[in-house]
């Protein structure tokens, strides 16, 4: 039996670039006994792009996945930081004006949908904060069969579930910024500091500007690799696309030999709970995860 | 009183040495700031210290400084919420010094003084920040609807103190950016209904490779600005103008990606990665549009990650690098998508968060803060799409449809 059930909106590039991130997650749900109820319906977020183009667009597209989330009577959780902000930044709109709110609505009528502001508070979280807030860490230890020691790991958390403080729940939940490095301890892992934590990952920009976008990967897995990671791990696939995917083109603009792997959150937490690399999709990386798993297995000394 | 810890990040250079750090001990009211502790230090312990500061009250914009690696506004920081902040740094609990450092991003003069000519100042020279109006100046004032000037009220409460500009993530990797400060700048001109370059000013800011599409989007100049100003916004905003109301086809793949993104949207409910690769890229190798020099270069430079991707397994299959090969949504919910499209192209509202309120009145953490109170009602914009000719201003022409606004005064009568 289930006490946390969610509605899931797994996203866009989870089930693309990143199946690996998906799939992990239906796993550690399963283990934890997290019920997820995918939203099938559902569309992208836009990622903040459409809002460029149009933000009533971006608007009308995130209520009605917040409203296909609220018909089913559930809180929803997303896998991705940028979900997390593009969606936060419509709802906060949506929150804003209740005229505005039924204009938006009115485009959801004929699907029989409606977004309601704070519908039995209702809310939308990032798995990193379902885990601290919700599941609670203390459960999540107990569920720890395969506790990561020794493994140093640079949390990476994307700009979306950390900025800006005042719309993403920093006056109710202040710690938001530091749940990566808990998780991380919680699992039997050693949090690596260093600069880039909470800085972006280029991603945004990579078709814009590629050296830009490219050298800001580099400079934060140098920084990592220099303060002694192990890996990275990101609640963010597209940070993981930057990070992991475009490593080796990173390199190259930033002239560093990099070579650190990059996991998903779920991924990283499915570790502890015992699952195996392969299951995790693990060697669909692009930076190899080979240093991970000796380290894990505890063939590589410190 | 308490006692706080500033550790402080020094650089004199006329003694030859690095920068280095230095600890003081200060005895303050928990209640001043930051700046009120590094005057005492300078005041009574160590004459040498260098800090710029004038008003002490958020006005002056001189003391811009990061502190526990948060850009800021030294006089707006308490020193109480600095030693909080302080405390709460990963790994350590309590009894941490308060970090101050000069700002990023900049090069340092001595200590905490930046020179904010080449980073800042230079930047925001670039950008024409003067109004360009057209023709001779009316006998008396420009008369535009008060409803026009709402909107660029919030870039026009920037103070200059160049804090957006220390945090920016963007402006680390290129320091040629143009950045969060001149463009929001930019955008109190463009959006200005008495400007008649709005286009011209667009166009210089889109083809600019360091110009609008160079930020990353990552809100740290949000979290920085002491005033509210949201530069980030304000660059979207410029972006919406650029790409939807002029149609400014850029170098940068600004406009194309973005219209690609959204278009697969409309036509498939969830991102098709590869289709937005080549739509955004070479939209031209197979449309109408002669492709870009920048489009066919970025082109060729995603090859190698696609290929890489092929080889690990993580574009799934071939098939997932075929453009097009991407599942729908089920039943008829890509049809509600699409209605969810024409519904809002019909017309384009934009809701200014600086500007409004709920009107319920349920304190929220979420919601944001409201600067300028009910008093100022909605703020809505209603964006008709301009689609010729520079000198007519997207939007800020037009009434807003909810705004309950004075009627503007009669230029004959009005006295």
């Known amino acids: 039996m289930s006490d946390l059930k969610l509605a899931y909106w797994p996203g866009c590039v989870s089930r693309g670039f990143t199946p690996e991130l998906h799939g992990s997650m239906a796993l550690v749900a399963d283990r934890l006994g997290i019920e997820l109820l995918e939203l099938d319906r559902a569309n992208c977020c836009g990622a903040g792009v459409i809002a460029e183009h149009n933000q009533e667009l971006a608007d009308t597209l995130n209520a009605r996945t917040f409203a296909l989330a609220q018909s089913t009577g559930l809180a929803m959780m997303n896998i991705c930081s940028t979900c997390q902000g593009a969606q936060s930044e419509c709802q906060q709109r949506l929150d804003a004006d209740s005229a505005y709110r039924a204009h938006i609505n009115d485009a959801l009528a004929d699907e029989g949908l409606e977004y309601t502001k704070a519908k039995d508070g209702w809310t939308n979280k990032n798995l990193l904060w379902v885990l601290v807030e919700d599941y609670g860490l203390d459960r999540l230890k107990e569920k720890v069969t395969r506790p990561l020691t020794e493994l140093r790991v640079g949390p990476f958390y994307g700009c979306y579930v950390i900025r800006p403080k005042h719309r993403i729940g920093y006056e109710e939940h202040p710690d938001r910024d530091l749940y990566l490095e808990s998780v991380i301890e919680t699992l039997g892992g050693q949090p690596v500091e260093y600069d880039g934590a909470r800085k972006c990952c280029g991603f945004p920009v990579i078709t814009m500007n590629r050296d830009t976008s490219l050298r800001q990967a580099g400079t934060h897995i140098a920084d990592a690799l220099d303060a002694g990671a192990d890996c990275l791990v990101t609640p963010c696939p597209l940070c993981h696309l930057n990070l992991d995917m475009q490593q080796p083109e990173a390199a190259k603009v930033t002239g560093r030999d990099l070579g650190l792997a990059v996991l998903h959150l779920p991924q990283l937490v499915a570790l502890a709970l015992g699952f195996e690399p392969k299951e995790l999709g693990m060697g669909k990386h692009i930076a190899s995860t080979e240093w991970v798993e000796s380290r894990l297995a505890g063939g590589v000394p410190a | ?415």
Not at chain 2, 230 to 238: F, G, H, N, T, Y
Not at chain 2, 307 to 336: E, F, N, W, Y
Request: proline content about 8%.
């Open chain 2, 1 to 415: 009183m308490p006692e706080y810890t500033l550790k402080v990040r020094r650089y004199q250079p006329e003694t030859r040495e690095g920068p280095y750090w230095q600890e003081f001990t200060v005895d303050l009211d928990p209640d001043l700031s930051v700046l009120d502790g590094l005057l005492q230090v300078r005041d009574s312990q160590d004459g040498t210290l260098v800090v710029r500061c004038s008003c002490k009250a958020a006005i002056c914009g001189s003391c811009g400084t990061k502190i526990n690696g948060q850009s800021t506004l030294a006089c707006k920081t308490q020193i109480s919420e600095a030693q909080d902040g302080a405390n709460r740094r990963p790994g350590d609990h309590g009894g941490n010094p308060i970090v101050v450092e000069p700002m990023g991003n900049m090069p340092v003069v001595k200590d905490l003084v930046t020179d904010m000519e080449s980073t800042h100042w230079e930047k925001v020279r670039r950008v024409t920040p003067w109004l360009l109006p057209e023709g001779d100046p009316p006998e008396r004032e420009y008369v535009v609807p008060p409803e026009s000037m709402i909107d660029v009220t919030q870039s026009m409460a920037c103070i200059q103190c160049g804090a957006c500009v220390s945090a920016c993530l963007s402006m680390e990797a290129d320091p040629e950016f143009v950045g969060p400060a001149a463009l929001a700048k930019a955008y109190r001109f463009v959006g200005d209904p008495r400007d008649s370059q709005t286009k011209e000013r667009l166009y210089d800011l889109a083809q600019d490779p360091h110009g609008i599409y160079d930020c990353t989007h990552c809100f740290s100049c949000v979290d920085a600005c002491p005033k509210g100003v949201a530069p980030m916004d304000q660059i979207m905003r410029l972006r919406r103008l650029a790409s939807h109301d002029h149609d400014i086809d850029d170098v940068n793949n600004g406009r194309r990606h973005e219209l690609a993104f959204t278009k697969i949207i409309e036509r498939k409910g969830t991102l098709d990665e590869s289709l937005l690769l080549q739509e955004s890229y070479a939209q031209g190798v197979v449309g109408k549009l002669m492709p870009t020099s920048g489009a066919i270069k970025g082109l060729i430079g995603s090859l190698p990650t696609a290929i890489r991707g092929i080889r690990t397994g993580k574009m799934r299959s071939l098939g997932k690098l075929i453009p097009g090969v991407h599942p729908k949504l089920p039943g008829d919910a890509q049809q509600h998508v699409k209605r969810v499209y024409s519904h809002s192209e019909e017309h384009r509202e934009e809701l200014n968060l600086y500007i409004t309120g709920e009107e319920e009145v349920v304190p929220e953490p979420d919601e944001a803060p409201d600067p300028l109170g009910s008093a100022v009602g909605g703020g809505r914009q209603h964006m008709d799409k301009v689609t010729e000719g520079g000198s007519e201003t997207a939007g800020q022409s037009e009434a807003t449809p909810v705004a309950d606004i004075e009627p503007e005064p009669d230029e004959e009568g009005g006295r």
